[in-house]
């Protein structure tokens, strides 16, 4: 009888070694055990409160995804595309530090990052102008704690977070696009989620918004002045305001139509022909004055760039359309609103905003390393509210450096930028694939919008922009390295 039994158990060990250890459950099994665990995963998550089981779906793809961003760098820095994209959006719905999460996905894929480098000893990379440039910024940044001037280290706390970690993305870029597939793939993922945001805007402007963007929208009473204008709700689509999202569609509109120049199938050029209209289309709806100045501007951008009769000839042609319609009169919110960026009926803004800097001035003058990171915006609100630069409006990213880290700190990054336009025109003169020299230009391009709509707005560093522009400036670096 014992021998019976243990031999029955030997059996039943045997077959669970075979069915788990050999097979591993790619059988009758492991699809009973697979589908018996979700419906008891379905049955405990409905028992939830909403939010709570939003929570943990969420923390259980987490798992996985974390993991591969630490082995797969390039899968890391795609992810923070995605995520810089859908922050806003879910930012919406549930109230949760996403933030803080994301901060800790960067600093995970930087220990990554690092044991390659220890393993690999490969720093080409790093001896780029732009990685310079890039490597003076943050110490410059991190060197703000000792500064003088600043009252408060906790506002430098907050803001130095989010510009270092922000800028190591840049290094674990470099290092990730180490084929030229890899850059192509990323370059079609920004365009596809520009393209997305763009079709939601649409969605937003003719069904309508959700109920949580709904509440979200009337839980700021300044939030709602700002979005509802002209008897009519500007769209931001995934974002947190119109300007953000505008701006987005502006430079990548452009990025678009441009690509769709470019040695690639018929069908590949009409989607990419569809794609920049549904962003002219999102950027109009947004309804910021600062977007529409920026397709002109990229277009004689573009013509200096290549300098073709057919260039110069088609850039006439826009510009004398563009004429017909800032003169004709309409009735439309939207229209109206794309005539007042070139009609001068927004006047009054820059006179506010000439008012601002000129008032602010002396203070620059007198204080070469700023008033220290966190001094102005939101973070001063909160910090520093006594002081007269939490109340500032600076409205540009380029005053509010100057402000925060003095001219110093704003030379060192209008260099930054002067060095990555130039290192992008540079190549693009010199590299003899299409495909690639296609993309250098549009880079140059991009770095040029950017840099201009940084001076009325704080262009660079609102999500997504900010994650585009840091992992574009890695493709900067590493694209003339697949030049055959």
Known sequence: MNFHKTHSRNGLRQWLVRKVVLEKLNNPLGYAVALLGAFALAFLLSKLPFTVAVLGVAGLLAIPVVVLCFVNLHFGVNVMLVAGFMLGLVAKYINAPIGMALDGLLVLMLVGLLARLIKEKDFSFAKSPISIFIIAWI??????VVNPWAASKIAWV????????????YFIACFAFSSYKRILTTVK??????????????????IGFSNAEINWLHADEERFMLIFQWDRMRVFSFFSDPTTFGILMGYMSVFTFLLATGPFKAWKKTMLVVAGIAMIMGMALAGSRTPFAMIPLGIIFYMVMTFKKETVLATLLFFMAGSVLVMKSTHSAVIWRIQSAFKGQSTDTIDV?????????PYIQTHPVGAGLGSTGYWGKRFTPDSWLASFAHDSLYVRLAVETGWVGLLIYMGLLFTAMKTSIHYYFRVKDPTIKLLYLGFSLNVFLLAVASYPQEAITLLPTSVIFYVMLAMIVRLKDFDK
């Open 158 to 169: 907050y803001t130095v977070r989010t510009v270092a970690l922000l800028l190591a993305l």
């Open 189 to 206: 993922l920004i365009v596809f989620l520009t393209f997305l945001s763009a079709l939601y805007s649409l969605k937003q402007e003719y």
């Open 139 to 144: 110490y410059y940044n991190l060197m703000q």
């Open 353 to 361: 905003r000439m008012k601002n800097q000129a008032l602010v001035q």
